[in-house]
């Protein structure tokens, strides 16, 4: 704000962050740690409100600004529910998730795997092929009109407990939509023992899902032993605290194990302090394969583009190593070879040309 209020008529100078947010503002994305719900802005918000009068979350864009701002961990557990309290049927779903994938297409998100809860809207009424139909029709819109594919991880509220993981593991293998990839595990850690979702997850897997449990991210180490061991985890949710124990680190390293890295949300839920404090760098150091993601973003003020600077700054990364980090999030995601060779086809093509 100083240097651009200070205004000369000089030639214009050099700014290496404006220069890097240019440069990962087009730069081909993917994101693999993102919630359906989550990603529903103040912008998509209104135009659910406007649907339900009745409810008491505001419909001006800019009211619902200040509605999202937090002032602790409860109060965005509030704002989350009266958002949930918006999704009440069938055409709620579809726009919700449509309208979330127009924002991923602003932001050059080319792939990404949603996570879904389809709990939340069974157990408010919404029938389970209702539910799986509104995202079926809002994938495949997206990809025709807007050029973003998304796929579909299943996940537990874990909060919900185990009547909520019966629930999720028989839509997705009894309906199992074409965009279903994986079976995850949500909310809070405390209190919520990954090992008591090992049949469920168990049954996800034998039907074809891959595994990717949230874990570590508010616990330490042994929630994510138990995600790995239990779960048979694939890629892991967030997995913060792997950085306390080299050996595990080391086993993630070895088994091309992808962490799931968001670190403005893991400031915004007090996992970790300061944004100077986030492990990335040792987790990257440890030859991790790390990707960035944004979580729940308008919640957390922020996005997958602003995520990336964040790790440009964290990492003390370039072009060149930004690129690398778009990269590892499709060699991580499940995509097809095919589908993964083209997207990082595309950010070699972009890179390229961006920087000669
Ligand atoms: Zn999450």
Not at 107 to 134: H, K
Not at 153 to 179: Q, Y
Not at 188 to 210: C, M, S, T, Y
């Amino acid at each position: 704000m100083a240097g651009a209020a200070a205004g000369g008529a000089s030639a214009p100078q050099e700014n290496p962050l404006t220069d890097l947010s240019t440069f990962i503002a087009g730069l081909p994305k993917a994101e693999l740690h993102v919630h359906h719900v989550g990603s529903a802005s103040p912008r998509i918000v209104a135009e659910l409100a406007a649907r339900h009068p009745d409810s008491r979350v505001p419909t001006d864009p800019e009211a619902l600004k200040d509605f999202f701002v937090f002032r602790d961990f409860a109060h965005f557990i509030e704002v989350y529910l009266s958002v949930v309290d918006l999704i009440r049927d069938a055409d709620d779903v579809r726009l919700l998730t449509y309208e979330v994938a127009r924002d991923m297409a602003r932001q050059n998100i080319r792939y990404a795997e949603l996570t879904v809860t389809p709990y939340s809207s069974t157990r408010r009424g919404i029938p389970d092929t209702a539910f799986v139909e509104a995202i079926e029709d809002a994938r495949k819109a997206a990809e025709a009109e807007l050029g973003v594919v998304l796929r579909w991880c299943f996940d537990i509220p874990g909060e919900a407990g185990l009547e909520s993981a019966e629930e999720t593991v028989r839509i997705a293998t009894e309906l199992h939509p074409e965009g279903l990839v994986s079976f995850g595990l949500g909310g809070p850690e405390i209190g919520v023992p990954r090992p008591q979702f090992k049949p469920f997850f168990d049954r996800a897997i034998a039907a074809g899902l891959h595994s990717v449990p949230h874990a570590g991210e508010t616990t330490g180490p042994q929630t994510i032993w138990d995600a790995l061991t239990e779960l048979r985890a694939e890629r892991i949710g967030h997995g913060t605290s792997s950085v306390q124990d080299p050996k595990l680190l080391a086993h993630l390293a070895e088994h091309r194990i992808p962490l799931e890295v968001c670190p403005t949300s893991n400031i915004a839920t007090r996992a970790v302090a300061t944004l100077d404090e986030h492990p990335i760098k040792e987790m990257v150091a440890a030859g991790v394969l790390v990707t960035v993601n944004s979580d729940d973003p308008p919640m957390f003020g922020t996005d997958l583009n602003t995520e990336y600077g964040v790790a440009a700054r964290l990492l003390d990364l370039d072009e060149a190593g930004l690129a690398a980090l778009a990269k590892n999030a499709v060699q991580a995601s499940f995509l097809d070879p095919a589908g993964k060779a083209r997207l990082a086809a595309e950010i070699d093509a972009y890179t390229a040309a961006a920087i000669g």
